[in-house]
T-cell receptor, first 113, second 114 residues
């Protein structure tokens, strides 16, 4: 049982490039989330999904896109990377009920230069 | 607007003593509160939670207190151990209709000295 797996662990992008951050979970959770954490700040929600085929915006969705074709996978797409997207990205999953703890992956550290 | 605030970026405590981490919130619709612990280069891991219908929840060395009138919660760790050194995040959720989304505070870095 691997939990939540994120790839890659690190990535450096040039301004204007695109990439996809991968996230997979094997806990059969319906709910999945993408958060970003900037230095000295808390985690901010980018996008979330309550099930396959259903996604919705979080607090900071601009510059990102997501899809959820299966229960297990929830990739995050960055189009036209900008320096403001330099951050650590965390994927998480949960059962979704109020108070249901989120299970996080170990993060992807992204630098845009 | 920061709905969940942890005003102390860092806290240093001697091993064996009590650690108290504080968190304030502004949204009166929050009905569930959680604490997460994060080690470097790892994702946050769930520590303890409390529903708004309670004012205290204990789990071993960890106790969370909720004061709804003051919109304040705190995490007590007794006794503190060097392995507790980590960043602690307070988080809140607004209910089932919000899809289980959590709003996080900025974190407090706890250092427990041997």
């Amino acid at each position: 049982n691997a939990g939540v797996t994120q790839t890659p662990k690190f990535r450096i992008l040039k301004i204007g490039q695109s990439m996809t951050l991968q996230c997979a979970q094997d806990m059969n959770h319906n709910y999945m989330y993408w958060y970003r954490q900037d230095p000295g700040m808390g985690l901010k929600l980018i996008y979330y999904s309550v099930g396959a085929g259903i996604t919705d915006k979080g607090e900071v969705p601009n510059g990102y896109n997501v899809s959820r074709s299966t229960t297990e996978d929830f990739p995050l797409r960055l189009e036209l990377a900008a320096p403001s997207q330099t951050s650590v990205y965390f994927c998480a999953s949960s059962y979704g009920q109020t108070g249901s703890p989120l299970h996080f992956g170990n993060g992807t550290r992204l630098t845009v230069t | 607007d920061q709905q969940v605030k942890q005003n102390s970026p860092s806290l240093s405590v001697q091993e064996g003593r009590i650690s108290i981490l504080n968190c304030d919130y502004t949204n009166s619709m929050f009905d569930y509160f959680l604490w997460y612990k994060k080690y470097p280069a790892e994702g946050p891991t769930f520590l303890i939670s409390i529903s708004s219908i309670k004012d205290k929840n204990e789990d071993g060395r960890f106790t969370v207190f909720l004061n709804k009138s003051a919109k304040h919660l705190s995490l007590h760790i007794v006794p503190s151990q060097p392995g507790d050194s980590a960043v602690y995040f307070c988080a809140a959720s607004e209910g089932y209709n919000q899809g289980g989304k959590l709003i996080f505070g900025q974190g407090t870095e706890l250092s427990v000295k041997p």
